[in-house]
């Protein structure tokens, strides 16, 4: 799995020229495919079987799972949380989760969808999105998160201002699902700017975290 960077451009499919943006260098495979999977995210806890590769194509959704080989899956942020999950058993998911998705459940339900494609153990990667420093929350909001998934989703900003930290809520529902946290963590997209930021730049492109199945199930 990989990430796309601005440097890579825009990686809506409607952006793309001749071919789609090349996370990881032009060698990968997933560079010389162009059937890639996206959702058309609806910031809910929509979750799509991906059976074979198509594409460019988006469906209505927020998290992507397929247990085929050479099928790449694509979420796309400027600020939400990006996560790719891949099971030694074969098959691997992605995930777009905003703070409404996460509350409503995705990385649960995606994990979820996983299993019953025959994943038994999960590993989770964490992309790009915004970190507690400069995701400033209303408490309303942050009172719901954290009545759902603990304190521990409640921080500060850079400026001392009640925050949602992205990240911990991610761990938190990644928990819950019986998955253990990311095994590697993105920087900021707000205070990096080699990714793009709606909240901090106004950027209207995305990068992308596509997961790409490459060798075969394990017997
Ligand atoms: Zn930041």
């Known amino acids: 799995m990989s990430v796309t960077t601005r440097r890579d451009g825009d990686a809506r499919p409607a952006e793309w020229t001749a071919a789609p943006p090349s996370p990881g260098g032009t060698g990968r495979p997933w560079a010389a495919s162009l059937a890639w999977t996206f959702v058309r995210q609806v910031h809910g806890n929509r979750v799509a079987v991906v059976d074979a590769p198509a594409g460019p194509i988006e469906l209505d959704a927020d998290a992507l799972v397929s247990g085929a080989a050479a099928t790449p899956l694509a979420v796309l942020g400027a600020d939400c949380a990006l996560v790719g999950l891949a099971s030694p058993q074969g098959p691997v998911g992605a995930v777009h989760a905003g703070w409404r998705g996460a509350l409503a459940g995705v990385l649960e339900r995606t994990v979820d969808a996983m299993r019953a494609l025959g994943a038994s153990e999960i590993v989770a990667v964490l992309g790009p999105c915004i970190h507690a420093e400069c995701y400033e929350f209303g408490e309303r909001e942050l009172d719901r998160v954290a009545g759902r998934y603990g304190d521990s989703v409640r921080s500060t900003t850079a400026g001392g201002r009640p925050a949602l930290d992205l990240p911990m ?51």
């Open 169 to 219: 809520l991610v761990e938190r529902s990644l928990e819950r699902a019986g998955v253990a946290p990311p095994e590697q963590i993105a920087g900021c997209t707000a205070c990096d700017d080699r990714w793009y930021s709606h909240r901090a730049r106004g950027d209207r492109e995305r990068h992308a975290l596509v997961v790409w199945r490459e060798e075969r199930a394990r017997p």
